[in-house]
């Protein structure tokens, strides 16, 4: 299987595109950040130092404290591909987390992006 260039990106190089794009649209960073933790894991703290030490997206996502388990309930289409039917599984959690931050910044209610109930 092809490796994708993505996987080698940095999530310090992409965090502050998700940021400009909730602020964007009147979200704040700590909302970002309430939905990558529910993600992922990762507590402001450890957002830090992932974009601190540069790690790449794999990293990121191997690293995480916790992917959750209702990750699997993120449907829908990013970057022209319905992300529940993505075979790889890192390509599919690097298009969860696109999702939920696309949520966001579309104003959904971070109670569904969540997954809550």
Known sequence: MTRH???DISFASIYPHYVTKVERKDRTVAELHEVLEWLTGYDDAALQAAIADERT???FFAQAP???PNATLITGVICGYRV??????LMQQIR???KVVDELAKGKKIEKILRAG
Do not use: G, T
């Open 66 to 68: 916790a992917m959750h």
């Open 57 to 59: 997206l794999e990293e």
């Open 84 to 89: 529940e039917d993505i075979e790889d599984p």
């Open 5 to 7: 260039r993505i996987f």
């Open 96 to 98: 969860w987390m696109d």
